[in-house]
T-cell receptor, first 116, second 112 residues
């Protein structure tokens, strides 16, 4: 298995532009998680899905952030409009057992976002 | 307030030496605690997971301990190797709701 796939790996954009990050979870995994990681705040959970349904989006910082999971093999995280403070590494992770956030998660390589 | 604190923030050790990383938490009620290793430029990888009833769990040269009474965990690395250089993150899950709490990590550097 290729593991969790994220694209792009690096994204540089200007303030105000729309940014879309993509994730393909491991086949057969029921849960998908989006995280943001910065030096100051470490890893933060933004939102997670169970069986394609958003379960908890309390970590989404603002209305500028939105996430979708149209099917079991694809998810997007969109930022519109982007701001310099959104610069971070965004990770997607998937878990083979649905419902429990304490189950092992398998992380993708991350997308490094820089907003100028 | 549910919190996870790790110490030290950073650590430099010589190759071959042992080291111990600490994780203290206030998360309650406790469900499980996981240690992740994150290499530079990569996503975290799970090392161990411990539930309330477990005191010690090993994964090769990594040994995690848990004291649920004092709400402390440690990760002991034996005979360190250069490849152990990474950030080590402690994550605690309560047995209620759908949350988990991340520590800010310990950055370990192993030098030859």
């Amino acid at each position: 298995d290729a593991g969790v796939i994220q694209s792009p790996r690096h994204e540089v954009t200007e303030m105000g532009q729309e940014v879309t990050l993509r994730c393909k979870p491991i086949s057969g995994h029921n849960s998908l998680f989006w995280y943001r990681q910065t030096m100051m705040r470490g890893l933060e959970l933004l939102i997670y899905f169970n069986n394609n349904v958003p379960i908890d989006d309390s970590g989404m910082p603002e209305d500028r952030f939105s996430a979708k999971m149209p099917n079991a093999s694809f998810s997007t995280l969109k930022i519109q409009p982007s701001e310099p403070r959104d610069s971070a590494v965004y990770f997607c992770a998937s878990s083979p057992v649905g419902g429990g956030v304490g189950n092992e998660q398998f992380f993708g390589p991350g997308t490094r976002l820089t907003v100028l | 307030k549910n919190q996870v604190e790790q110490s030290p923030q950073s650590l430099i050790i010589l190759e071959g030496k042992n080291c111990t990383l600490q994780c203290n938490y206030t998360v309650s009620p406790f469900s499980n605690l996981r240690w992740y290793k994150q290499d530079t430029g990569r996503g975290p990888v799970s090392l161990t997971i411990m539930t309330f009833s477990e005191n010690t769990k090993s994964n090769g040269r990594y040994t995690a301990t848990l004291d649920a009474d004092t709400k402390q965990s440690s990760l002991h690395i034996t005979a360190s190797q250069l490849s152990d250089s990474a950030s080590y993150i402690c994550v605690v899950s309560p047995n209620t709701g759908n949350q988990f709490y991340f520590g800010t990590g310990t950055s370990l550097t192993v030098i030859p």
